[in-house]
């Protein structure tokens, strides 16, 4: 590319101002960045003068013509992107000249888009910025040396500070000059040569603190007046910006001409020490603690607001030493000793009392003091606190007199414990683990026989009875292991070798057991005793209601027996008078006695509860209908007799005959409490208890049917109601009842799986209830009693072995038996029917006694003559339910019972019945027959 | 805390009344240095306006009944008695320093009204008449005269003063001949000469403050 040509297309790319710039003298470039490198096209004259390239070296090479390898590439590179995408932009860049010189180039880039008739350019115009650059460099260094200054002084300020002088000042009052020295200076931002040629007296006060100017003014006035002493404490502003607090001291120095006296100074730095003083401040006045300076020599005192306050005295900064020490007790101590100081460093404390001058109270203080020498003045100064020990000193007396309490309380319980266990009747034993003994009390030559000293070192183990020693040994290991207790008897050989009972508590501490025993040998024979009389008490009850029950069983029976025997004598002498018409009353009359002798002894069984039940499906209230005529009977015209009957009662499974003299038995029993009449309701109901109510009154949960007899009459008192059940328990006169009528249906009732129920109270009648358990169906209408079938005669030869101790018994049976046909055959005990069973004597039935005498009973009979003729039917005929001898469960269907008493026709109905069916299914079945 | 200022005067008015008492003592040390012909220092630590039961409570409580006392009347602008009140012994003291160590004990005490008064006159003229001078009004003063009595009758006014008569209590430590000797200064003024006080002490600060704008 030619110069000329460039130059001639100068004017064609940005017209006459175009041309006007490049001859300003301004360094210019223009580049073309649509072709490839971005070639430089254009330089003017500016741009050859900065960088020494002439055009022909300039135009068409590459627009980085300028750099170097130390330009920032990053800004070279924004330079470049800048150009390619004709961009504005100003850039500073480390260029290199054509000599090689570096220069500081802040380049213009100017991108001027294609116009009409001309392609597009990129303008710049170079500026040398190196000088600009190397001022900047300059302040820098400036802002470097500055610091290092400002350091300097802040280490000559804590230099000062730690010396304590802050600054000195001179005031020449009439000149109105102020000259400080070079750390015056400093504090006051002023040069040296300021300081030290003095400048305007106000100065004095540019510093301080605004709060403060208007005191210190005050006081500086008051020297400039006249005042010779300057002393103040304030706050300035140092020429970092920090403020301090400063004490500054000075003195008016008077020189003959007025006008020369000066105002000289120095200031101190006491911000940390005021901040010290603040918290001293408050520490002393949360402590209550009061601090005072003394003077050695001086007569007065500088103290704080608080030792004023401990001491009782008006608030004051200063004190006089004697107004201090004449409050102290005459024989303390004083405060402050006046007397010269033994040296600097010695610290001394005291106590002592004082008597306070606002209230007259005495109160304990102590002062804590240090001799220091004054750096100043080279004076001993007594530096120290007071503070009010009086809470504590009164603590340490209440303290010391607890204890010399506790010593004597002490000695007493230990003489209590010597005297326990010197003087105790009870034994006490200190006892290692294994059972050594090694100690015990005096008591145990009274307990035991041995003294203290044979006891000593021995075995406890020896004296405990074999018995118990495995006992005590677990209660030694459960001690061992930490039980805090243990109660334990057994019995311990005396030194006489007899045994003592003793009870011991025994705990474990410090490796040991220390036990106390109780010799309860007497109170366990007593309580044998107790035992021993209580049984013997019961058994005399025992006899005597046994006493009681003979005797009203004696009286019936006599009377029925008078009957008895009466109308057997009268029989026999009617027949022997051969007046046989009358002998049929007699018969009659003995046979009624020997009826109700029967009851009688049906009733005493159904009490003790032996007696055989027949359990029916009963309808409670068809069973009281069908009594109510005789129950009417037996009360009596004053006695009116009602019944409430439930509808629907439900069936019960009872014995109905029991049941009938159950409620005969309560109708009696009302009637007897209704002596002036009355009335008398029987009452049933339905009632289902739930298992609480159940439980409450002592039944099973289910249904029940209760049967309650109510009577109008004097009542129950609780005490009899509560042995109402009891047997033998009666409250009518003695031979009018057995007692056993309740007890009877008690029995009933609870055999029946019931219960009986008294509601009294006196004088507003009795309720008894019988609770019967609900049964399923009712009786059935044919259940009727099956009444002795008319006696029929025995078939030929039949016979039977009557077995019974009882000959009266033996030859009515006999009798009977002959009566219907049987032959019969008597035997006296076992053995006797044995041979008859061993015979080959024809036997259809044996008829036995169930208790027989010579060792075996009715049933080994019958057992023993079954084994040998295999099939033989058995009537036992007793007086007595013996369930053992019979089995408790259901008779096996050979065995059959009559009960005594039994009437004749009875006893021949079931015999015939017997041998009837023995002989239909089995003819065979009799061992005679076969033979 | 029992308030250590009248509510009288407030904490400037207080500083600008112990800088002029300051002063005067300043003065009055001054011309003892001149009588003694050596060094003698008087410096006011602390100035209290008190009623004065309360100031006689206070001086018999540090110093008991043996005081002795100078006193002066003062009238002008405000007016009073000034008193300058030592325990016995201290004023004895003071004798001592005026008068030189060679005198006999006889001497000294044939002389002691004498100095007391001289003395007496010294301090509470210097001071008096210096405050005066910087509140810039006139005062007349009395001759003094020397009392020893109790605290309280010291304090009390021939003729019955209201109860509202306040004391301006100064305290002041003297090292006279490196003796240290301590008094008090108490000026008995009634409320009205307080208040011409108060505000006399109001312009003193108010000069005090333009100092530097003179200069």
């Known amino acids: 590319m030619e110069l000329g040509t460039a130059a001639a297309r100068l004017p064609r790319l940005g017209g006459p101002v175009l041309e006007v710039f490049a001859r300003s003298g301004l360094s210019l470039l223009i580049t073309d960045p649509g072709q ?54 100003e850039f500073e860049l480390r260029h290199r000249r054509r000599d090689g010189r570096r220069f500081w180039d802040r380049v213009t880039v100017v991108p001027v888009p294609p116009g009409f008739n001309r392609p597009g350019f990129a303008m710049a115009i170079l500026t040398d910025i190196t000088a600009t650059w190397e001022e900047g460099a300059a302040q820098v ?113 008077e020189a003959e001409d007025e006008t020369a006296s000066r105002f000289t100074g120095t200031m101190v730095d006491v911000t940390e020490q005021k901040r010290v003083e603040e918290r001293l401040r408050i520490a002393q006045t949360a402590g209550g603690v009061g601090t005072f300076e003394y003077t050695s020599g001086y007569g007065t005192v500088s103290v704080s607001e608080q030792f004023c306050q401990v001491l009782g005295l008006q608030p004051a900064q200063d004190l006089p030493l004697r107004t201090i020490n004449a409050l102290i007790h005459p024989d303390d101590p004083p405060l402050i000793d006046p007397a010269p100081p033994p040296g600097a460093g010695c610290i001394r404390q005291v106590e002592f009392r004082i008597t306070r001058p606002d209230t007259g109270e005495q109160r304990w203080l102590t002062r804590r003091g240090e001799f220091l020498r004054d750096i100043e003045t080279d004076d001993l100064r007594f530096s120290g606190v ?82 118990e020693a495995a006992a005590t040994r677990r209660e030694f290991a459960a001690l061992a292991d930490g039980a805090p ?46 035992r021993q009389a209580e049984e013997q008490l019961r058994q005399a009850q025992k006899m005597e209601a046994v006493g009681q029950l003979t005797g009203g069983i004696a009286h019936d029976f006599n009377n029925l027996l008078t009957g008895i025997i009466g109308s057997l004598q009268m029989l026999r002498t009617r027949v ?109 109901a339905n009632a289902s208890l739930g298992e609480a109510e159940a439980l409450q009154q002592g039944m099973a949960a289910g249904d029940y049917v209760s049967v309650a007899v109510s009577d109008t009459g004097t009542g129950m008192s609780p005490e009899v109601m509560a042995r109402a059940f009891d047997p033998f328990f009666t409250t009518k006169p003695i031979g009018q009842g057995t007692g056993l009528g309740l007890s009877m249906i008690y029995g009933f009732a609870k055999q029946s799986g019931g219960q009986i129920r008294i509601r009294s109270e006196l004088g507003c009648g009795t309720t008894m209830s019988i609770f019967l358990p609900r049964h399923a169906t009712f009786p059935t209408e044919e259940e009727a009693p099956m009444n002795a ?91 007595y339910a013996e369930g053992a001898a019979l089995g408790q469960g259901q008779l096996e269907p050979w065995m059959h019972i009559l009960h005594k008493p039994f009437e004749v026709e009875a006893l021949a109905s079931k015999v015939q019945q017997i041998i009837r069916q023995a002989e239909k299914p089995k003819p065979a079945a009799s061992f005679a027959r076969g033979a | 805390m029992t308030p250590r200022v009248s509510p009288l005067l407030n904490d400037l008015e207080r500083d600008a009344l112990t800088e002029l008492v300051n002063i005067g003592v300043s003065r009055a040390a001054a011309s003892l240095r001149k009588m003694v012909g050596g060094e003698v220092l008087l410096s006011v630590p602390s100035l209290e306006i008190i009623g004065h039961r309360r100031a006689a409570a206070l001086i018999q409580e540090r110093e008991g009944d043996e005081l002795v006392a100078v006193r002066q009347e003062f009238g002008g602008a405000f007016q009073g008695r000034a008193l300058l009140i030592f325990p016995r012994a201290n004023g004895m003291e003071l004798v001592r320093a ?31 008449a210096t405050m005066a001078n910087m509140l810039e009004r006139s005062l007349t003063m009395s001759l003094p005269e ?14 019955p003063v209201e109860d509202e008569g306040l004391v301006l209590f100064l305290y002041i430590n003297f090292s006279v001949q490196n003796r240290s000797i301590r008094g008090y200064i108490a000026m008995v003024m009634d409320l009205s000469s307080l208040e011409t006080l108060k505000r006399l002490v109001g312009e003193f600060i108010d000069r005090v403050m333009q100092d530097d704008i003179e200069a």
Not at chain 1, 165 to 174: F, H, K, P, R
Not at chain 1, 410 to 425: F, G, Q
Not at chain 1, 505 to 526: F, H, K, W, Y
Request: overall charge negative; aromatic content about 4%; charged content about 25%.
């Open chain 1, 141 to 253: 260094a400036l802002r470097s040396r500055q610091e290092a200054l400002d350091k300097l002084q802040e280490r000559l300020r804590a230099a000062l500070s730690a010396s304590g002088v802050m600054a000195s000042w001179d005031w020449t009052i009439g000149e109105r000059r102020l000259r400080g020295d070079a750390r015056f200076a400093a504090v006051y931002g002023l040069t040296a040569e300021e300081a030290t040629s003095g400048v305007p007296t106000a100065t004095f006060f540019s510093i301080i603190h605004p709060d403060d100017q208007a005191r210190i003014r005050l006081a500086v006035g008051g020297i400039l007046r006249g005042a010779e002493v300057f002393s103040k404490e304030y706050r300035i502003r140092l020429p970092d910006g920090t403020i301090r607090w400063v004490h500054a001291r000075g003195r008016r120095h």
């Open chain 1, 36 to 89: 490839p490198g971005n070639p430089i096209t254009y330089v003017n004259a500016g741009f050859t003068e900065m960088t020494g390239f002439p055009p022909e070296e300039a135009i068409g090479r590459d627009c980085r013509l300028l750099e170097a390898p130390d330009t920032d590439p990053a800004t070279a590179a924004a330079l470049a992107a800048a150009l390619a995408e004709g961009r504005p932009g």
């Open chain 1, 576 to 684: 022997a008078q051969g007046r046989l018409s009358q002998v049929d009353r007699y018969v009659t009359a003995a046979q009624g006695a020997a009826n109700r002798a029967a009851a009688l002894t049906h009733r005493l069984l159904a009490f003790s509860r032996r007696q055989t039940l027949a359990p029916a499906p009963t309808d409670v209230n068809r069973l009281i209908i069908g009594m109510e005529e005789l129950v009417r009977r037996t009360m009596g015209p004053a006695i009116r007799v009602e019944t409430a009957l439930a509808a629907e009662l439900w069936p019960t499974l009872c014995d109905p005959n029991q049941l009938e003299n159950a409620l005969l038995n309560l109708c009696i029993n009302a009637r007897d409490a209704m002596p002036d009449g009355g009335l008398v309701t029987i009452a049933t």
């Open chain 2, 98 to 128: 005026v008068l030189g160590e060679e005198l006999t004990p006889a001497e000294a005490a044939a002389m002691e009204d004498e100095a007391l008064a001289e003395t007496g006159n010294v301090i509470l003229n210097s001071c008096l």
């Open chain 1, 485 to 530: 207790l243990a109660r334990f008897d057994n019995r311990c050989r005396r030194q006489d070798g007899s045994w003592r009972w003793i009870s011991w508590s025994a705990a474990a501490g410090e490796g040991l057991i220390n036990a106390v025993g109780r010799d309860i040998t007497a109170a366990t024979e007593q309580a044998e005793a107790l």
């Open chain 1, 386 to 467: 007071i503070y009010d020990i009086t809470a504590s000193k009164r603590g340490e007396e209440t303290l010391r007199r607890l204890n010399d309490e506790l010593e004597a309380r002490v000695a007493e319980r230990t003489a209590d414990r010597n005297r326990l266990w010197r003087l105790s009747a009870e034994l006490m034993l200190v006892a290692r683990f294994d059972g050594t003994i090694t100690a015990a009390n005096p008591a145990s030559a009274a307990v035991l026989g041995w003294t203290e000293i044979e006891l000593l070192g021995r075995d406890l183990f020896e004296l405990v009875h074999p018995d």
């Open chain 1, 789 to 879: 079938e008319p006696a029929s005669r025995a078939g030929q030869g039949e016979t039977v072995l009557i077995v019974d101790d009882e000959p009266t018994v033996r030859m009515l049976v006999r009798e009977v038996l002959e009566e219907l046909g049987y032959h019969a055959v008597e035997a006296v005990d076992g053995a006797a029917a044995l041979l008859v069973l061993q015979s080959d004597i024809r036997l259809d039935l044996l008829v036995t006694d169930v208790g027989l005498p010579g060792g075996m009973n009715g049933r080994q009979i019958a057992d023993a003559g079954r084994a040998l003729r295999p099939g033989l039917q058995a009537l036992f005929i007793t007086g």
């Open chain 2, 146 to 159: 020397v009392l020893r009595r109790g605290g309280l009758s010291l304090l009390q006014t021939a003729e």
